[in-house]
C-alpha cells in the first residue's frame, strides 16, 4: 500500500505540477502547464479519508481538445463568458478538472461550465463549509497553502482487483470559495 500511496502522490504531482510541456512548444498544452490554480501538494501531504465517492458527468470532457500535458493527456474545453477551463485526463473518463483560468492561446470548444456539479454537488463558487459537508470530513480537513490559498485533499479507497485504489477529490479555495477543483480516480 505504500507503494501505491508513492506512486499515487506521483500521479498527483504529475497533473498539477506544471511541468514543462511534452509537445515542444505548442501553445495549447504550454497553457494547461501553467493555468494551474491547484497548489502542488507537497509530497508528505496526507488526503483525508472520506466514505463517499465523486465524479463529473459529460459536460466538462464533450468534444474537448487535445492537449499533450504530462501523463496521458488531457482534453480540454473553455467557457469564454466565464473564465473557466474544463478538462479531463484521456485515462479518466469519470474524473476532471474545472478551474478559473486565463484565455487559452488557441480556441476550444465552447461550454457553459459555471452551472457543471458533480454527482455529489461539488461545484466552482462553492464555500469550504458547504464542500466538507458534502464530502463527510471535518472542516479541520481544510488545510492552508501557499499563495493564501486553502486546499482541501480527499480520497476514497476502492477495490482494484487485488490491490486498492485512490479515488481523490482536490478543492482549492480562495476567500472561502472554491477556485479550482478536481477529481481523479486511480484505478475503476
Same mark, same amino acid.
Given at each position: 500500500?505504500?507503494?501505491?500511496?508513492?506512486f499515487?502522490?506521483?500521479?498527483?504531482?504529475?497533473?498539477f505540477? +506544471?511541468?514543462p510541456?511534452?509537445s515542444?512548444?505548442?501553445?495549447?498544452?504550454?497553457?494547461?502547464d501553467?493555468?494551474g490554480n491547484f497548489p502542488v501538494?507537497?509530497l508528505?501531504m496526507?488526503?483525508?479519508s472520506?466514505?463517499?465517492d465523486d465524479?463529473f458527468?459529460?459536460?466538462?470532457d464533450?468534444n474537448g481538445?487535445?492537449a499533450?500535458t504530462?501523463?496521458s493527456?488531457?482534453l480540454?474545453?473553455?467557457?469564454?463568458?466565464?473564465?473557466?477551463?474544463? +478538462?479531463r485526463?484521456?485515462s479518466d473518463?469519470?474524473?476532471g478538472m474545472l478551474?478559473?483560468?486565463v484565455r487559452?492561446?488557441?480556441h476550444?470548444?465552447?461550454?457553459n461550465?459555471?452551472?457543471v456539479k458533480?454527482t455529489?454537488g461539488?461545484?466552482l +463558487?462553492m464555500s469550504?463549509?458547504?464542500?466538507?459537508k458534502?464530502?463527510r470530513?471535518?472542516? +479541520?480537513a481544510?488545510?492552508d497553502?501557499p499563495?493564501h490559498?486553502?486546499v482541501?485533499?480527499v480520497?476514497?479507497i476502492?477495490?482494484?482487483?487485488?490491490?486498492?485504489?485512490?479515488h481523490?477529490?482536490?478543492?482549492?479555495?480562495k476567500d472561502d470559495?472554491?477556485?479550482?477543483l478536481?477529481?481523479?480516480?486511480a484505478?475503476?
Amino acid at each position: 500500500m505504500r507503494l501505491f500511496g508513492l506512486f499515487l502522490i506521483a500521479a498527483i504531482y504529475c497533473v498539477f505540477s +506544471g511541468q514543462p510541456a511534452l509537445s515542444h512548444g505548442d501553445p495549447l498544452t504550454e497553457w494547461a502547464d501553467k493555468i494551474g490554480n491547484f497548489p502542488v501538494l507537497p509530497l508528505h501531504m496526507k488526503p483525508t479519508s472520506t466514505t463517499v465517492d465523486d465524479q463529473f458527468g459529460p459536460p466538462v470532457d464533450l468534444n474537448g481538445q487535445m492537449a499533450d500535458t504530462p501523463c496521458s493527456g488531457t482534453l480540454w474545453v473553455y467557457d469564454y463568458g466565464h473564465g473557466i477551463a474544463g +478538462g479531463r485526463e484521456r485515462s479518466d473518463p469519470t474524473g476532471g478538472m474545472l478551474e478559473y483560468a486565463v484565455r487559452p492561446p488557441v480556441h476550444l470548444p465552447n461550454r457553459n461550465l459555471l452551472t457543471v456539479k458533480s454527482t455529489l454537488g461539488l461545484h466552482l +463558487g462553492m464555500s469550504a463549509a458547504d464542500a466538507v459537508k458534502l464530502l463527510r470530513v471535518p472542516l +479541520g480537513a481544510v488545510v492552508d497553502a501557499p499563495n493564501h490559498l486553502k486546499v482541501l485533499y480527499v480520497e476514497k479507497i476502492v477495490p482494484c482487483g487485488s490491490y486498492r485504489c485512490a479515488h481523490e477529490v482536490v478543492v482549492t479555495f480562495k476567500d472561502d470559495r472554491a477556485i479550482a477543483l478536481s477529481i481523479h480516480h486511480a484505478g475503476p
